[in-house]
């Protein structure tokens, strides 16, 4: 009976992904298997609007659950695991009507957790009916009382194949007093001339004048803030390196938010940008974002994974000429990127990180600078064609600016974008309007 099973397993992933190749990386724990139990009384299950649950008598905590469709439509639930205190874990999932299932849980732990006792992981539900949950939870008891447990809502419960978007960004971990207002709002709208037309930030907190801005592009639907109070759980650290920045959990939960961000958006956008806050993802040789992937995806019709190369622009040098330095802008906190065009040359074997450009469907687990595993192929794209414009703390601060390579990309957006950016300064109510 098993071979006959795992035949028909095996004839289903071959089915689903053909002669496609799938990259991966990744622990997982296997819980023994569970006798299903139905329940009927569904009827008055605690439903959990937070985007972080604990899991009750575990070190672990669950964030969002979602159907894939790619893996014989099992539940893929979003969590938080203590990777030295995994233990059997049991899915309990239910229809609004038909009853509740227990089976064993599988937990998979993303390999990137840079070293912090928290780390990134999946854990997948899998059983009959899986397809027809409405409602997930995660048990360390096979046998919870369905009302003491924190249910999460199951979504992507259809396989889309049009989209409301063609290119959203996710952007991850905004916390602390960031208050940088002015380069937050030309990356806005510089993103929106190149076509992006939907935003995503996970938020634990920000400086009280982002926090308007942020609320009028939610206000208009552009952004779309998920709420992240990782520090009521965890003790999140404010950086990657675990020797530098201690904590629980790398960079706020970083890798959490990207992964979910994908899973959240896998139906409605065809592409997802993956870059921090303070990152342009640009292209050069082409106009906007959409002629760029309809060219990159005309000559690698089997890549689903765009790498774009980073590129320091620092802010200690300033354009000589001053014509972008706008007395509007004065009283705004932040940094003007229009005022930053001196780019830092690559240093000769260091490696130079990469953000990313995703076909999210095909997409299963994520890094911040490289895929861990994914459907099809990836592609590094060439800097000439498309880089990331990142206007930040010099890496290289003992150059002069002659050692500097003089890139004005972001002035191509000079007519429409200063209109564009006073416009919901003042809308924002952090620029007075001219009497």
Not at 19 to 45: E, L, M
Not at 135 to 157: C, M, Q, R
Not at 350 to 363: A, E
Not at 417 to 433: A, F, H, M, T, Y
Request: aromatic share 12%; charged share 20%.
């Amino acid at each position: 009976m098993f071979g006959v099973i795992t035949g028909i397993l095996i004839s289903r992933w071959k089915q689903i992904f053909g002669q496609t190749v799938v990259h991966f990386a990744g622990n997982r724990y296997a819980g023994t298997p569970s006798p299903i139990r139905s329940n009927s009384d569904v009827h008055n299950i605690p439903k959990y609007p937070n985007s972080i649950i604990h899991v009750k008598n575990t070190s672990h905590f669950v964030v969002s659950a979602f159907i894939d469709h790619r893996l014989n439509k099992d539940i893929r639930v979003i969590s938080i695991i203590k990777r030295n205190s995994t233990q059997p874990l049991y899915c309990i999932y239910c229809n609004n009507t038909q009853g509740c299932e227990v089976t064993a849980a599988k937990i998979e732990i993303h390999t990137d957790h840079y070293g912090f006792p928290y780390g990134a992981s999946d854990v997948l539900c899998q059983g009959k009916y899986t397809d027809f949950a409405t409602h997930v939870a995660i048990s360390a008891d096979e046998h919870s009382d369905i009302n003491n447990l924190g249910f999460l809502p199951v979504k992507n419960s259809r396989n889309k194949e049009s989209f409301m978007y063609n290119f959203t960004i996710c952007i991850s971990s905004l916390f602390g007093n960031y208050n940088n207002v002015l380069q937050f709002a030309q990356t806005m709208e510089i993103y929106k001339l190149l076509g992006v037309q939907r935003v995503v930030i996970y938020n634990t907190s920000c400086g009280s004048d982002l926090k308007r801005l942020l609320q009028h592009y939610e206000r208009e639907g552009f952004l779309e803030i998920v709420a992240w109070p990782i520090d009521q759980f965890l003790n999140p650290s404010a950086g990657w390196n675990i020797n530098v920045h201690k904590g629980d959990i790398q960079y706020y939960g970083q890798l959490v938010t990207l992964n979910e961000c994908i899973y959240r958006h896998m139906y409605q956008s065809k592409y997802v940008l993956l870059n921090d806050i303070d990152e342009i993802i640009m292209p050069y040789k082409y106009p906007n974002l959409e002629l760029l992937m309809e060219s990159l995806q005309h000559e690698h019709k089997d890549v689903n994974v765009f790498f774009i190369e980073n590129h320091i622009f620092p802010k200690t040098q300033f354009d000589e000429s001053h014509k972008f330095h706008r007395p509007e802008w004065r009283s705004i906190p932040g940094i003007n990127i229009m005022e930053h065009i001196y780019r830092e040359p690559d240093r000769k074997n260091i490696y130079n990180p990469t953000k990313m450009i995703i076909n999210p469907r095909n997409m299963i687990q994520t890094s911040v600078h490289s895929s861990l595993k994914h459907i099809g192929q990836d592609y590094r794209v060439p800097f000439d064609v498309c880089r990331i414009v990142h206007v930040r703390t010099p890496l290289q601060g003992g150059l002069t600016k002659e050692q500097l390579f003089v890139d004005t990309r972001v002035w191509d957006f000079e007519q429409e974008l200063i209109p564009n950016v006073n416009r919901v300064l003042q809308l924002s109510g952090l620029l007075k309007s001219e009497e």
